[in-house]
């Protein structure tokens, strides 16, 4: 029997049961209800949902109960022990989506308009950074790239630039794992009435809440840790005006079209449940791995912000709960030893995503950001040279003898 007043003490046991049974059978776990619509048994039933006094589901691109139960888990842990500003338990509305990307692009089409400015900062992943550059540009929504992780130079491209909407932020950022300060971005943002979103797709609920500092829009793909094991593209948008995202976020998001699907929801689901676990082991294999890197004669440079020398360290641990599995380093000797490196792996495995069980590892400059120009790029510290690492739950040792044997290949 579920009560209300009982209070769920551990994110595990939330993301386990937020989400009521979606369904009429009883089944315990919510089915993959694979239908494109869903029925009326009479007229007046149709015009009672097409007008909203029926909550009931109508066509899968506006909703489905395999999403809802995924949204509801997502809403739930992203706000897990947070209080709004009435001190009540914070409420969260998710919309799932086809891909991070999608997830990404309701977003700012859906709060940005020509004219409007969008302003981000250096590293960020390469979807985000040509979704800003080509798709927004083109719409005629200007950005703004600004190392925003210093206030002063926030405050004063804020001040020169009065269009200024939204301001975007990715933390850890994708490869160099830098990391933004939320509170102190949303602090200013908030008074000069600019919007922030953040994504939190490294990080993961479990790890950081940009919502405990008042950021307005997460969004994440959930490709990566959330489903965990690498079996469906897929995103989150959650927002934490839930009148605005029930009006115009979801309209914008039904007519551009970017909804999930059943199956991959369910799989969205059933990876969630095990997030907290398995964040633990990510961890605390990253720390490991970071450490043996730190130490190894062939590496120049270890990103890791676990690491006392890692630049963000600070900010990282008063708001991330532990320092994540991403990790990006620099080998001496550059791209030659990069190659020679990642081919000489035996067991982790070259791929260009992150946050999957196993460890996956991939090179930047010649994936994930070909298509940002070499200068542009080394701005962001994404050199020839640069791996980036997602440290999967594998056993640490393992781990550690595949990369000691493919270092001894130098
Ligand atoms: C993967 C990723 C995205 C894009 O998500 P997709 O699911 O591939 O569309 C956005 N941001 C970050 C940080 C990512 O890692």
Same mark, same amino acid.
């Given at each position: 029997?579920?009560?209300?007043?009982?209070?769920?003490? =551990?994110?595990?046991?939330?993301?386990?049961?937020?989400?009521?049974?979606?369904?009429?059978?009883?089944? @315990?776990?919510?089915?993959?209800?694979?239908?494109?619509?869903?029925?009326?048994?009479? +007229?007046?039933?149709?015009?009672?949902? !097409?007008?909203?006094?029926?909550?009931?589901?109508?066509?899968?691109?506006?909703?489905?109960?395999?999403?809802?139960?995924?949204?509801?888990? %997502?809403?739930?842990?992203?706000?897990?022990?947070?209080?709004?500003?009435?001190?009540?338990?914070?409420?969260?509305?998710?919309?799932?989506?086809?891909?991070? $990307?999608?997830?990404?692009?309701?977003?700012?089409?859906?709060?940005?308009?020509?004219?409007?400015?969008?302003?981000? @900062?250096?590293?960020?992943?390469?979807?985000?950074?040509?979704?800003?550059?080509? /798709?927004?540009? &083109?719409?005629?929504? *200007?950005?703004?790239?600004?190392?925003?992780?210093?206030?002063?130079?926030?405050?004063?491209?804020?001040?020169?630039?009065? !269009?200024?909407?939204?301001?975007?932020?990715?933390?850890?950022?994708?490869?160099? +794992? *830098?990391?933004?300060?939320?509170?102190?971005?949303?602090? +200013?943002?908030?008074?000069?009435?600019?919007?922030?979103?953040?994504?939190?797709?490294?990080?993961?609920?479990?790890?950081?809440?940009?919502?405990?500092?008042?950021?307005?829009?997460?969004?994440?793909?959930?490709?990566?840790?959330?489903?965990? @094991? =690498?079996?469906?593209?897929?995103?989150?948008?959650?927002?934490?005006?839930?009148?605005?995202?029930?009006?115009?976020?979801?309209?914008? @998001?039904?007519?551009?079209?970017?909804?999930?699907?059943?199956?991959?929801?369910?799989?969205?689901?059933?990876?969630?449940?095990?997030?907290?676990?398995?964040?633990?082991?990510?961890?605390?294999?990253?720390?490991?791995?970071?450490?043996?890197?730190?130490?190894?004669?062939?590496?120049?440079?270890?990103?890791? /912000?676990?690491?006392?020398?890692?630049? &963000?360290?600070?900010?990282?641990?008063? $708001?991330?709960?532990?320092?994540?599995?991403? +990790?990006?380093?620099?080998?001496?000797?550059?791209?030659?030893?990069?190659?020679?490196?990642?081919?000489?792996?035996?067991?982790?495995?070259?791929?260009?995503?992150?946050?999957? /069980? &196993?460890?996956?590892?991939?090179?930047?400059?010649?994936?994930?950001? /070909?298509?940002?120009?070499?200068?542009?790029?080394?701005? !962001?510290?994404?050199?020839? =040279?640069?791996?980036?690492?997602?440290?999967?739950?594998?056993?640490?040792?393992? %781990?550690?003898?595949?990369?000691? $044997?493919?270092?001894?290949?130098?």
């Amino acid at each position: 029997m579920s009560n209300s007043s009982f209070n769920l003490t =551990g994110i595990t046991s939330v993301a386990m049961h937020s989400a009521e049974r979606e369904n009429s059978e009883h089944a @315990h776990i919510t089915p993959i209800y694979a239908t494109s619509t869903f029925t009326f048994d009479t +007229i007046e039933e149709g015009a009672a949902r !097409f007008i909203g006094a029926d909550k009931s589901k109508i066509y899968s691109r506006w909703g489905n109960p395999t999403f809802v139960a995924a949204e509801k888990t %997502i809403a739930a842990i992203e706000s897990f022990g947070l209080k709004d500003e009435n001190n009540e338990p914070l409420k969260l509305k998710a919309l799932l989506h086809s891909s991070g $990307q999608a997830a990404m692009t309701t977003l700012f089409l859906s709060n940005l308009k020509a004219g409007d400015t969008v302003l981000s @900062h250096y590293s960020l992943y390469g979807g985000t950074y040509e979704v800003m550059h080509k /798709v927004l540009a &083109d719409a005629g929504i *200007n950005v703004i790239i600004a190392d925003i992780r210093k206030a002063d130079v926030l405050e004063e491209a804020i001040k020169k630039n009065p !269009f200024i909407k939204l301001i975007h932020i990715e933390t850890p950022a994708n490869p160099t +794992i *830098n990391c933004i300060d939320i509170e102190a971005v949303t602090k +200013i943002a908030k008074q000069y009435n600019i919007l922030v979103s953040a994504d939190n797709t490294f990080a993961t609920p479990y790890l950081q809440q940009p919502f405990k500092y008042g950021v307005d829009f997460v969004f994440h793909s959930t490709t990566k840790f959330l489903n965990g @094991h =690498g079996t469906a593209i897929g995103g989150v948008l959650i927002g934490r005006d839930n009148e605005y995202m029930n009006t115009k976020v979801w309209k914008w @998001h039904v007519l551009l079209g970017g909804n999930t699907s059943p199956f991959d929801a369910f799989l969205l689901s059933n990876g969630l449940k095990t997030l907290e676990l398995r964040m633990d082991r990510h961890c605390s294999n990253a720390m490991k791995v970071a450490e043996y890197l730190q130490n190894h004669e062939a590496v120049a440079l270890v990103n890791y /912000v676990g690491l006392p020398t890692h630049p &963000d360290n600070e900010v990282a641990k008063k $708001q991330m709960k532990q320092f994540g599995s991403l +990790i990006s380093f620099e080998l001496k000797n550059g791209y030659n030893a990069a190659t020679k490196f990642m081919n000489a792996l035996q067991m982790c495995t070259q791929a260009t995503s992150l946050g999957t /069980v &196993d460890t996956l590892i991939s090179h930047p400059a010649s994936t994930s950001h /070909v298509s940002v120009a070499k200068e542009e790029r080394e701005k !962001f510290g994404i050199t020839d =040279g640069l791996i980036r690492l997602s440290v999967g739950i594998e056993n640490i040792e393992d %781990i550690l003898n595949d990369f000691e $044997q493919a270092l001894r290949s130098l």
